[in-house]
């Protein structure tokens, strides 16, 4: 099947490292000093646990580095024309401590150009999301502010909550997404996930988001898949990793097939290609293989993603 232009909301940028970029760093003079047969070990992961132990614990403290994070970025847009990938936003986790403020939006900025010219060169628009790992009210008010430099300088589009399910209620922080959302950021919380329905109605209570992350939970309570229905959210499903974190027990399982039976607001997105061994070309073979998906669905995934987009952010 030809598919059409695809456009990818869902991705994290410390979960692009495979070992054909690995090799590339390291030709560069980039080497993060990751042993190329642990990470081909670690990609594809086998499960979560695996995906924590091998891939998690062995990368994420390596490419944490602003230098090896935009050579990551650079090397995963150049692959995005071979995906017929035309948009796509990257969330960028990890950059938002030291102490120096200005230093920290000196380093987006870096990113951000390294960006441009690789996107240019792609033909790819590419946006950046701040992605946080929400562990409590006061750590998360430190980080607004960093976000919000961020923002200031034109450098983001939205903040992602991220991190693994069950985290810590919204509700303290409910004036900081304010803050961010009048500053124009679009918000993002990843929910319902590993967690069960409450983690998705906290988000929506608190957060006030326009996109819900995984959302595998929305499915499993009616009156809360009517109330995304009648908001319209946003829900950016990842089958593969939802297959493989035991978020869903099997793919015939995921609840794609009631998204699209429903003609609700979804798209489909890698979430972390390298470790879950995914691209944007494979979960569309995979959804035309199992779901049946037709071309007609594809361009719904692509033209939901597009509306839902923070492009113009």
């Not at 090397?75 to 120096?100: C, F, K, N, W």
């Not at 060169?121 to 919000?148: D, M, P, T």
């Not at 009156?223 to 974190?245: F, G, Q």
């Not at 569309?284 to 839902?308: K, P, Q």
Request: glycine share 8%; net charge negative.
């Amino acid at each position: 099947m030809v598919f059409t232009e695809k456009a990818e909301l869902h991705c994290h940028i410390d979960g692009l490292l495979d070992p054909p970029m690995l090799a590339e760093l390291v030709t560069a003079g980039l080497d993060p000093g990751i042993s190329a047969t642990a990470l081909r070990a670690a990609c594809p992961a086998k499960s979560l646990k695996d995906w924590i132990e091998s891939y998690c614990a062995v990368v994420n403290p390596a490419v944490m580095r602003p230098e090896i994070l935009s050579a990551l970025l650079v090397s995963h847009i150049r692959r995005l024309p071979a995906q017929g990938v035309g948009y796509t936003e990257i969330m960028v986790s990890g950059m938002l401590a030291g102490e120096d403020e200005g230093a920290v939006v000196d380093i987006f900025r870096k990113l951000r150009t390294a960006v441009s010219e690789a996107a240019t060169g792609a033909k790819v628009r590419v946006e950046l999301l701040v992605a946080v790992n929400y562990r409590s009210a006061e750590r998360f008010s430190h980080q607004v502010q960093r976000i919000l430099a961020i923002r200031k300088a034109g450098l983001i589009k939205g903040v992602a909550i991220a991190g693994q399910e069950p985290r810590p209620a919204l509700a303290a922080s409910t004036d900081e997404f304010s803050r961010m959302r009048d500053a124009g950021l679009g918000i993002e919380v990843h929910a319902g996930e590993w967690a069960g329905p409450e983690s998705v109605r906290d988000a929506l209570r608190h957060a006030n988001p326009d996109r819900i992350g995984h959302g595998i939970a929305i499915f499993t309570d009616e009156a809360l898949l009517e109330e995304v229905r009648r908001r319209d959210i946003h829900i950016e499903m990842c089958p593969t990793s939802n297959v493989l974190t035991g978020a869903v027990k099997s793919m015939e399982a995921h609840p794609i097939r009631r998204a699209r039976e429903l003609g609700m607001n979804f798209s489909v997105s890698t979430d972390d290609p390298a470790p879950f061994g995914c691209s944007m070309n494979s979960e569309y073979e995979l959804l035309a293989h199992v779901f049946g998906f037709t071309g007609a669905d594809f361009e719904n995934l692509r033209r939901n993603a597009l509306r839902s987009s923070f492009a113009d952010r």
